[in-house]
């Protein structure tokens, strides 16, 4: 019987691992309306459960203002955290079988990807994030491993602002340290040489460490959203185990990467410094959509080398490692163009077909 039940078990994970083949999965995230905007026309003319998607402009009917998309999943206003994260489960499973991954999330500022990534502030139980969740599976599952594996984990926080790569994880006082990435992919998973490296046992630890770094990350002002991150930050887990009987190891690394807002420059009337920042958060993003593209394709070329993002993440984008991108959207219409250029960012980063719906466009 116990025999029976492994090979289930395996079988599972089998299955689980077959179905993540394609390494590079998109999935959409509608927001709900803000209270001040309930009751206002939707963008979202119909949400298939295939992933498709449907969108559409109630003010300006017309070729234009109708499209449809198709990702691995879309979902919808009403979704809570636990089941988002239901559907990446899986791929953090995987990293303590030595997998590499990295989950992003895209999208124009205020469109949820903090809240996706970890949650609204203060958050109760239920509305806890991707991160934390992840975490918290990564030390559950290998404590169910204890009697064959012990598995380390340590952690990095970094953040890419205007290209330039600063640990998160200094002490309050002084300035950041600026970090040179120039030998990111030889650190075997790890983000960046030189960056601090903390050790965690709980997911307690990994939160205060989290608190730690967000407090550092540098935020400035917008005429969009007082609050909008205009940096990328990556928290980066590493995890180490060991066979306890033939000592063999193996490494797993998940990198969470919260993307500086994707809006378009002459949204948020910018000059000066704000204005380089968009630039530079604009360079990078589309590296980075070149580089997910490009996988997806399986080119022979991966452009890396654009953009310090790209570089920093190497190791983990391509070959063996899975990726999994949220793309986040508004769907209110006075954010329509920017939504669509975020949901056509994402269909070139994705590798679902979409087979006869693409003549609607
Ligand atoms: P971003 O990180 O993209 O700038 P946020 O995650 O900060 O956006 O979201 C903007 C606001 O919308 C926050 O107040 C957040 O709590 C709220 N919000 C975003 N997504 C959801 C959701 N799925 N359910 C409820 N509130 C959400």
Redesign the pocket.
């Given at each position: 019987e116990i025999c029976h039940s492994v090979l289930e078990e395996n079988r599972k994970i089998y299955n689980e691992l077959q179905e993540l083949k394609g390494n590079i999965r998109v999935y959409c995230?509608i927001?709900?309306f803000?209270s001040s905007k309930a009751g206002k026309p939707t963008i979202v003319d119909y949400i298939g459960e295939n992933g498709e998607l449907i969108v559409t402009n109630p003010s300006k009917p017309g070729k234009e203002s109708h499209r449809t998309f198709k990702f691995n999943k879309v979902f919808g206003?009403a979704s809570s955290q636990e089941e988002v994260y239901l559907d990446t489960q899986p791929l953090i499973r995987s990293i303590l079988d030595g997998f590499n991954v990295c989950i992003f999330a895209y999208?124009q500022?205020?469109?949820?990807?903090?809240?996706t990534m970890s949650g609204?502030n203060g958050s109760s139980k239920e509305n806890l994030g991707v991160n934390y969740r992840a975490l918290n599976d990564l030390f559950h599952i290998s404590q169910t491993r204890k009697n064959t594996i012990t598995y380390e984990v340590d952690v990095q926080m970094v953040e890419i602002y205007n290209e330039q790569v600063r640990d998160l994880l200094t002490n309050n006082d002084g300035p950041q340290k600026k970090l040179d990435i120039r030998n990111a992919s030889q650190q075997n998973g790890l983000v960046v040489p030189n960056a601090n490296v903390r050790s965690v046992s709980s997911t307690a630890d990994v939160v205060e460490l989290m608190t730690h770094g967000m407090m550092n990350r540098a935020a400035s002002a917008t005429a969009m959203?007082e609050r909008?991150s205009r940096s990328h930050s990556v928290l980066s887990v590493r995890v180490r185990g060991t066979d306890l009987k033939t000592n063999a190891s193996l490494n797993g690394c998940l990198h969470l990467v919260?993307l500086a807002?994707s809006e378009r420059v002459n949204r948020s009337e910018v000059t000066g410094d704000r204005l380089k920042e968009a630039q530079h958060i604009n360079k990078s993003l589309a590296a980075l959509g070149d580089v997910i593209s490009a996988l997806s394709q399986k080119s022979s070329h991966i452009p890396y080398r654009n953009s310090k993002l790209t570089q920093l993440l190497q190791t983990s984008l391509g070959g063996r490692a899975k990726t999994l991108m949220f793309v986040?959207m508004n769907p209110d219409v006075e954010s329509f163009s920017e939504t669509l250029s975020t949901l056509k960012f994402a269909e070139r980063a994705s590798s679902v077909e979409l087979g006869s719906a693409r003549s609607n466009k």
């Open positions: 995230r927001r709900p803000s206003p999208g500022t205020g469109s949820g990807k903090t809240y609204p959203n909008s919260d807002g986040q």
